[in-house]
């Protein structure tokens, strides 16, 4: 299930959930759009359990105040 997506140039982040065996995973992944206009995901991004979501969200957020720190 697609939760948002950013665009990164000609292509799009998408931040979805994901199931595997059986287990919901959060998937943070670009895609390219291919000739046919559907959106492929590529092996670049990261998929984590929402065991770790609010460490996830602390660590960006850390970053977020030291980029605004500069």
Known sequence: MEIGELQKGKDKIIIALKEFKGKEYID??????????????TKKGVTFSPENLDEMIELLMAAKKKMSER
């Not at 943070?28 to 995901?41: A, C, K, V």
């Open 28 to 41: 943070i992944r670009t895609h390219f759009e291919n000739s046919d206009g559907d959106w492929i995901p």
